[in-house]
């Protein structure tokens, strides 16, 4: 088992909500038409008979993996953002890890007095990709308790194309 590995979190001025909402049109038109794309190929395959006879392709496994709303297009290549509402902790309540291929976010808040004691705690565990790399994970908590965690993603090898195969003749 390889050794935990603690990540630093950074604070900013930014708040996740301004930002967040401002896309939501889009984001929302582009989920549409990608669902509107899944429904044609799945008519299409039901034309052609073919759905019940064989399960889902690695192709189709990965296009749909890689356009989950946790994978981002950036100028550097696909990356994993993950978010999580830790507004009611401080910062230093808050632990953000890795152990093996898994992100751990745990945050802990406590406090007493004569007349109340209060506890809360959060906890979210995320197994990652394979292939990401744990040193290259970032994070950051905006002023709004948002804690937004990435990570870049490999590169995808592309599909080669057509290959002919040769016929041995005996």
């Given at each position: 088992m390889a050794p935990e590995r603690r990540l630093h979190i950074s604070r900013t001025e930014h708040s996740i909500l301004d930002n967040?909402?401002?896309?939501?049109?889009?984001?929302f038109d582009q989920e549409m038409r990608w669902m509107e794309d899944e429904m044609e190929r799945f008519r299409t395959q039901l034309r052609d008979h073919d759905v019940f006879s064989k399960g889902p392709t690695s192709q189709a496994r990965?296009?749909?993996?890689?356009?989950?709303?946790?994978?981002?297009?950036?100028?550097n290549?696909?990356?994993?953002?993950?978010r999580f509402d830790v507004s009611n902790y401080a910062p230093e309540e808050i632990v953000v890890k890795t152990v093996d291929n898994k992100l751990f976010v745990h945050a802990k808040?406590?406090?007493?007095?004569?007349t109340k004691s209060v506890f809360r705690e959060?906890?979210?565990d995320f197994m990652l990709?394979?292939?990401v790399s744990p040193e290259r994970i970032t994070s950051s908590l905006s002023r709004d308790g948002v804690l937004t965690i990435t990570a870049p993603?490999?590169?995808i090898e592309e599909a080669r194309?057509?290959?002919?195969?040769?016929?041995?003749?005996?």
């Open positions: 967040e909402f401002s896309n939501v049109r889009e984001r990965t296009y749909f993996d890689l356009n989950s709303p946790l994978i981002q297009e950036t100028a290549g696909r990356e994993i953002k993950l808040h406590e406090e007493k007095s004569e959060y906890k979210r990709p394979k292939g993603l490999p590169a194309g057509e290959k002919m195969i040769p016929i041995a003749h005996h």
